[in-house]
């Protein structure tokens, strides 16, 4: 009997471990002890954003007016120059019954550095608002059911909210400015996007491209981008897809979901949405924070903010030209881009980049004596050329950050060993890769001394 129950005993103290275990494990500010400050920043954002007390945002409310303060809030504390009031710029839509809808754009800048480019602009949308909350009766009792938006689109507007952060803290690398916009009446008809272009804004002809953020949070079920078939802007994904990136959209033909970017494809700027595409709690009361993926939702933002520089930095202008059909992969001078290779060039047997930058470049390269002393570091891109008999030839600094890493990342680069070369459609082929090479200066031991770090 005192065996029995002492093994009660135990179960009981075991249930009760697990119990807490639980709880601890359902509490978010417990699990955000975890989050890079990247991911808690999401988060917080999509906390906000989708909070009951918006009331689902929609176009309107109330709650899409704190929406709006929010955004305005979250901008300013970022340092980015807000362009709009407090509550975001006011617009009348007129509805169906007759009635005028008030609703609200939010709109932040970033000035690029290029005397000759910072007057043309790359516009960065996300819708503001969602469908808001309907009373229902259950049981004879007035319910509220609200349509909370986490995914649609607290998601999108959280990554709009980090990249103007990241674009903010680097401006000096952004040749044209950045246009940020929260895009209110959303939901209807896309009013807050064309309000913006044909009443508010009156520098429409400088804004050479515009990216539009919407439904980012499920990235789990795929990660897309779609451009109209515009294919200067297809070309653009497709040489980054030859940097390494810590993921990669799928470039689609068709429409995933119809949003702000059809006014500015209407107005004949080229576009592109970045999204995740529908998910099966779209406009449901289901669509909050715990379906979002939020180290995803990062991987997304770094990427979109690489193709934000690309579009900033970019010579010349983007073509509009709707009916040309989505372009196959392109062979230049007779050579392929590494992600269009049928088989790609690979590296100690490995078709991954990174393993040519672990296995030889960064076991070669020295950081230079002058940019320890300077404290300079930064990333460094090279591209070069593997050929149909694995050798490196054609390397070139594409991105540079001072004459000594430039240098030494090109050497290294430049003496590598032979690769087993791509091939398309069974035949070799001279390949283009580009690859990140990094010098990051750090203090070992708390003394003076610095190393690369990897």
């Not at 470049?361 to 593997?386: C, H, M, N, S, T």
């Not at 680069?413 to 890769?433: D, F, L, N």
Request: aromatic share 10%; hydrophobic share 35%; with cysteine.
């Amino acid at each position: 009997m005192t065996g029995l129950l002492k093994t009660l005993s135990l179960l009981s103290s075991m249930l009760l471990t697990v119990s807490v275990s639980a709880q601890f494990r359902d509490d978010s500010s417990y699990a955000d002890l975890y989050d890079g400050e990247t991911v808690a920043s999401l988060k917080g954002h999509v906390r906000e954003l989708s909070s009951a007390m918006m009331e689902g945002r929609k176009a309107g409310s109330e709650g899409e007016k704190l929406a709006a303060e929010y955004v305005t809030d979250v901008l300013s504390s970022y340092g980015v120059d807000v362009l709009s009031p407090k509550g975001g710029e006011v617009f009348g839509l007129r509805t169906e019954a007759g009635d005028t809808l008030t609703s609200r754009n939010v709109i932040g800048y970033v000035q690029g550095y290029d005397k000759t480019l910072r007057d043309s602009y790359v516009l960065v949308g996300a819708r503001l608002d969602n469908i808001g909350s309907m009373t229902m009766t259950v049981d004879g009792e007035p319910r509220e059911k609200i349509f909370y938006g986490a995914n649609g689109n607290a998601s999108g507007l959280s990554i709009m909210l980090e990249l103007a952060r990241m674009v903010q803290t680097n401006s000096i690398l952004f040749r044209r400015s950045v246009i940020f916009v929260a895009f209110g009446a959303s939901t209807e008809t896309f009013a807050g996007s064309w309000y913006f272009l044909n009443r508010s804004f009156s520098d429409t002809d400088n804004i050479d491209a515009m990216i539009n953020l919407d439904m980012l949070g499920t990235g789990y079920k795929g990660f897309y981008a779609y451009t109209s078939s515009n294919a200067d802007l297809n070309a653009l994904l497709r040489t980054l897809t030859g940097e390494l990136q810590p993921v990669l959209p799928e470039l689609v033909a068709s429409e995933p979901y119809p949003s702000d970017h059809r006014a500015f494809y209407a107005k004949e700027i080229p576009s592109v949405l970045f999204t995740t595409g529908r998910y099966s709690e779209h406009n449901t009361e289901r669509d909050t924070q715990s379906i979002l993926d939020y180290p995803m939702m990062e991987k997304e933002l770094e990427y979109i903010y690489n193709f934000t520089l690309a579009l900033a930095n970019y010579n010349g202008q983007f073509a509009f030209r709707p009916d040309e059909a989505p372009e196959k992969a392109q062979v230049s001078e007779g050579v392929v881009a590494y992600y269009d290779c049928d088989q790609r060039p690979t590296f100690l047997n490995s078709s991954d980049p990174r393993q040519f930058l672990e296995k030889w470049v960064y076991q070669y390269l020295k950081y230079p004596a002058e940019a320890v002393r300077d404290g300079i570091q930064g990333r460094v891109l090279v591209e070069f050329i593997v050929n149909k008999d694995g050798k490196v030839s054609d390397a070139k600094v594409v991105k540079g950050v001072s004459p000594e890493l430039d240098a030494e990342a090109l050497k290294v680069v430049s003496a590598s060993p032979k690769w087993k070369p791509g091939r398309c459609r069974g035949e070799k082929v001279r390949t283009s890769i580009t690859v990140p090479v990094e010098f990051r200066l750090e203090k070992k031991g708390g003394r003076s001394g610095f190393g690369i770090k990897k």
